[in-house]
């Protein structure tokens, strides 16, 4: 029956969806080490496409079948190891990426040619890690990010929140990330949306206390990074921002077990039958689009979308589209704006 959904559902979006390739293309780096899970946040977005199709106007569709063919395998693992087991060892079920590869969604109104490509540039994590890449991967990380007008940095949450966060580091890596940055945003010339990530984190934002918490030990452990952003050279080009996704929906931690050494991460779920629901995947979309769209309504000049700005200046009805989706970010329980509120309004008053 849901393979019966799934397939009319994709002849559908076939149909709808013309051959004519968006003019427009958006890169966005997604950030993180090894296993934090890039990909799996991926494979969310891509599953809750329906949250977006049919809302504000707007749909998302999947232009090329590696893309498809990736992130639907991903869905699957994912799908059956929630389905199958009550309790999960996180680096159970799925494979890690293997080299850099750029993810594509493209975003148009209902029905018609889409207007603008998404391209989620995702890299096996093992990259960032000057102990064990080279300094060619480290560097076209660097790249990556200099190039992107939208960085998502993934944080596994898990490590971040328990045991006073004693293994944050060994898992998200905070001071690479800082280097990168500093490395990427020297003599930056244009205004840049970051994107924090929380992933895995459905124990932490279950109340309006917990997530608060969260939000307080995200601004402790990447003090650096964003003192880093706040600084006078960046203040006034770089906005940052909290979207906590919980890509599993159904799991929650249990506990951590050390195995010589190395911590294992053990998630279980509430019931036996709970299936595989992530929530608020479309965040991160919904605060990019409107960095982009604060952004034409500026008229500023940006040289890396310039080209996308003057377009929405010719399309009322994507722009309005948009603006209707834009509205919808979230600002509490956990979403929050950390700097740069001015480059996201998007509202007169
Ligand atoms: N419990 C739980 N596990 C998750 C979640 N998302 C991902 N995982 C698991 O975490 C592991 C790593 O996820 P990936 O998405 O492959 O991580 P990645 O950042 O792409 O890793 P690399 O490709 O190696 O850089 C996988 O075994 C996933 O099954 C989640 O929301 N909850
Ligand atoms: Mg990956």
Redesign the pocket.
Known sequence: MIQIFQWSKRMFARIFQSKKAPEQTLKIT?L?????????????IYDQFDKIVGQANLQLTIPDDLTRDVLDQ?LT??KN?VDKNKN?K?????????SPRSFFFDLGKTGVSPSLRLEFQ?????YMDESEATSEQVKSVENFIRESAVVLI?I?TPPLMEKEGEWHEYFNQPETVRKLFKKAYQNLDSPRLVIFTP????SYVQNDRDASNLLERIREKYATLLEFFSADELRSKVAVVVTPV????S?I?SRVENKDGTPY?Y?RKGDSADKYQ?KDSEQPLRYLLRFLLRLHLEKRRVPIIDSILNFFGRDTVLKDAISEFANGCKNTGGFSVLQGANLLRINRN
């Open positions: 997604m993180g080490a090894r296993g934090v899970g890039k990909t799996s946040f991926l494979a969310a991903r693992e994912l190891f999960v996180v680096t159970d079920g799925t494979s890690k990426t293997t995702d890299y096996p994590g093992g993934a596994d992933v895995k984190c459905e919980q890509t599993v929906g799991v931690f991460f998630f992530p």
